[in-house]
């Protein structure tokens, strides 16, 4: 009999899922080429650490960059080479990166201030979970909120896991629980290879 890790199987039953609230985070991705090639900076800054703590005065999120570029009347910061390192108290840690990243603050339908990041270039999200093993997700864009703990892209989406490989359109998660949605179009299915390995005879 095949057994598969519980991370499969919540790849595979989200697979349908799929609903995005897309407009704030198309906001930014409209807008930040033009900002960037067209304005001189306000702000620039080398080699930036930002810690971001919780009430409790736990660490919440650290955000390095090589570099920082403040551009104050569009309210954008372009970041060179993010890593973002996200902490949960539900779930192990996420250690997040690309090559080029974005943050603006945004007003929510509850008249709530947050940040959105936008990754783009080569981003590469990856938990080290002691129960599953480790997840490893890339795309070549992803939006990030960091106080919600939610991400989502909807661009092509590749999971390594101990299990195998999963390929997507797209993908929302939720990184406080763990849950991720995949989406598919008329190109790109939900797929999953599992390695030969995890298939045992009972």
């Keep these: 009999m095949s057994r598969f890790t519980p991370m499969l199987l919540l ?17 930014v991705a409209d807008d930040v080429t033009e ?6 900076p306000d702000l620039f800054g080398e080699q930036i650490r930002f810690n971001q703590l919780h009430a409790d005065g736990h ?23 993010p890593r973002l390192h ?28 947050e940040d959105i990041v936008y990754l783009r270039q080569k981003v590469q999200m990856r938990q080290e979970n002691p129960e599953n093993g480790p997840i490893t997700l890339r795309s070549e864009s992803i939006y990030l909120y960091p106080d919600r703990q939610f991400a989502e892209t909807q661009q092509g989406v ?5 299990v195998g490989r999963t390929t997507a359109a797209g993908l929302t998660a939720d990184l406080e629980s763990g849950l991720l949605r995949l989406s598919s179009n008329a190109t ?9 390995e995890q298939f045992k005879k009972s």
């Excluded at 595979?12 to 799929?18: F, T």
């Excluded at 790109?188 to 030969?196: A, D, E, G, S």
């Design 59 to 81: 660490l919440h999120y650290r955000l390095d960059a090589d570099s920082i570029e403040q551009f104050n009347a569009d309210n954008l910061t372009r970041m060179a080479m």
């Design 86 to 113: 996200l902490r949960s108290a539900a779930q192990p840690p996420w250690d997040i990166q690309s090559e080029e990243g974005f943050i603006r603050k945004t007003t929510t339908a509850e008249n709530i201030v």
């Design 188 to 196: 790109q299915r939900v797929h999953t290879i599992v390695l030969p």
């Design 11 to 27: 790849l595979l039953a989200a697979g349908l899922a799929w609903y995005l609230l897309r407009e704030p985070a198309e906001e």
């Design 158 to 162: 590749i999971i390594d896991t101990e």
């Design 35 to 40: 900002v960037v090639e067209r304005k001189t």
